[in-house]
C-alpha cells in the first residue's frame, strides 16, 4: 500500500531564510507520481508540481526548488528567501499508475510559518 | 478560466440530520473528485467521476455518503444521517483527464467546511 510521511507537523523560519519540507513516499509500484501541493489560510489547495518516477532530475522555480531521489524514497522540497506569503500548509502527495495519475493519496502536511 | 466552484462555504448541522454539497468543475473536465479533510490531516479522496461514471468509491462509507455526476458536469454529495466524525472540509477537484498521465493536474475548490455538533 502506498504511504506519504512528513515528519516535519510544523516549522517556523523568519524572513529571507532558506526551508527545507522533507517528503518521504512508499509505494510497490514502478511508475507513481509525486506532487506537492500548498494550502493556504484560505484552504484552496494550490498544485505546485508533479514528477514521475522516471525523472529524477531536480527542478527549479524561481524559489523553490525539488530533490527527488529514488534511492532515498524522498521528495524535498526548497523554499531559498523564503517570504511571508509562503506561510501556509504543505502537502506532499502519491499517485500510482495502477490506481490513477490524479488518484492522489496525501501526507499530513507541514505547516511553514514565516515570521516578519 | 473559472476555477472548481463549490458551495456552501460553511455548513453547521446537529448529528443524525442530512446535508449536501455542490460543486462545478473547471469547464471541460472530464474528471471529478471529492476529498474529504479532516483537520490536522491530508486530504482523503472519496470518490472519484469520469464523466457521469463512477471509477473509484473505494472509501466513500455508502451506509451514509452518496455522490452523483448525474449529466457529467456538477456533483453533489450527501451525508444522511451525518455523524461528529464527518466534520472536516469537503474538497472538490476536477482534471482535464482522469485516468492516465496527461498535462493536467488536479485543480481544486475552495472546499464546504462541515461541522456536526
Known amino acids: 500500500a502506498q504511504k506519504v510521511t512528513q515528519a516535519q507537523t510544523e516549522i517556523s523560519v523568519v524572513e529571507k531564510e532558506d526551508v527545507t519540507l522533507d517528503c518521504v513516499y512508499e509505494?510497490?509500484?514502478?511508475?507513481?507520481?509525486l506532487f506537492w501541493y500548498k494550502q493556504p489560510p484560505s484552504g484552496e489547495l494550490v498544485f505546485l508540481i508533479r514528477?514521475?518516477?522516471?525523472?529524477?532530475q531536480n527542478e527549479i522555480s524561481g524559489r523553490y526548488s525539488w530533490n527527488f531521489q529514488k534511492s532515498t524514497s524522498s521528495f524535498n522540497f526548497t523554499i531559498t528567501a523564503s517570504q511571508v506569503v509562503d506561510s501556509a500548509v504543505y502537502f506532499c502527495?502519491?499517485?500510482?499508475?495502477?490506481?490513477?495519475?490524479?488518484?492522489?493519496?496525501f501526507g499530513t502536511g507541514t505547516r511553514l510559518t514565516v515570521i516578519p | 478560466e473559472a476555477g472548481v466552484a463549490q458551495s456552501p462555504r460553511y455548513k453547521i448541522i446537529e448529528k443524525r440530520q442530512s446535508v449536501a454539497f455542490w460543486c462545478n468543475p473547471i469547464?471541460?473536465?472530464?474528471?471529478l473528485y471529492w476529498y474529504q479533510q479532516i483537520l490536522g490531516q491530508g486530504p482523503k479522496l472519496l470518490i472519484q467521476?469520469?464523466?457521469?461514471?463512477?471509477v473509484d468509491d473505494s472509501q466513500l462509507p455508502k451506509d451514509r455518503f452518496s455522490a452523483e455526476r448525474l449529466k457529467g458536469v456538477d456533483s453533489t454529495l450527501k451525508i444522511q444521517p451525518a455523524k461528529l466524525e464527518d466534520s472536516a472540509v469537503y474538497l472538490c477537484?476536477?482534471?482535464?483527464?482522469?485516468w492516465g498521465v496527461g498535462n493536467s493536474p488536479l485543480h481544486f475548490g475552495n472546499g464546504t467546511r462541515l461541522t456536526v455538533t
Open positions: 477537484a476536477s482534471s482535464l483527464e482522469g
Open positions: 509505494t510497490r509500484d514502478t511508475t507513481y507520481y
Open positions: 514528477r514521475n518516477s522516471f525523472d529524477e
Open positions: 502527495a502519491l499517485s500510482e499508475a495502477r490506481t490513477g495519475a490524479n488518484n492522489l493519496f
Open positions: 469547464s471541460g473536465h472530464a474528471t
Open positions: 467521476f469520469q464523466n457521469n461514471g463512477v
